[in-house]
């Protein structure tokens, strides 16, 4: 089994920055990828960024590109979510998961951003 726990949610202004840190623990051999959605009240989850484990290839939703940063630290097991520039509507529960070769995918439990206009 593998257990992923967040990091770094809470409230910023509009403008501001937080960073998300999502650490997976246990059976964690053979990651293909980690990263991140979120969902907002009323929303479905939507993608955010992920990033590949072996490379470093990322990707990115549009509504995030150039404002949010997503790294890994690979001896940490530990994905980064860097969040600039954040605005009302990036409000939401952000999830991560990390996806594992011959494994279904694991989602961590959330943590909340709220931005204030």
């Known amino acids: 089994q593998v257990q992923l726990v967040e990091s770094g949610g809470g409230l910023v202004q509009a403008g501001g920055s937080l960073r998300l840190s999502c650490a997976a623990s246990?059976?964690?051999?053979?990651?293909?990828?980690m990263g991140w959605y979120r969902q907002a009240p009323g929303k479905e989850r939507e993608f955010v960024a992920a990033i590949i484990w072996s490379g470093g290839t990322t990707t990115y939703a549009d509504s995030v590109k150039g404002r949010f940063t997503i790294s890994r630290d690979n001896a940490k097991n530990t994905v980064y979510l860097q969040m600039n520039s954040l605005k009302p509507e990036d409000t939401a529960v952000y999830y991560c998961?990390?996806?594992?070769?011959?494994?279904?995918?694991?989602w961590g439990q959330g943590t909340q951003v709220t931005v204030s206009s």
């Open positions: 998961y990390v996806d594992r070769i011959l494994h279904t995918r694991t």
């Open positions: 246990g059976s964690i051999s053979r990651i293909n990828a």
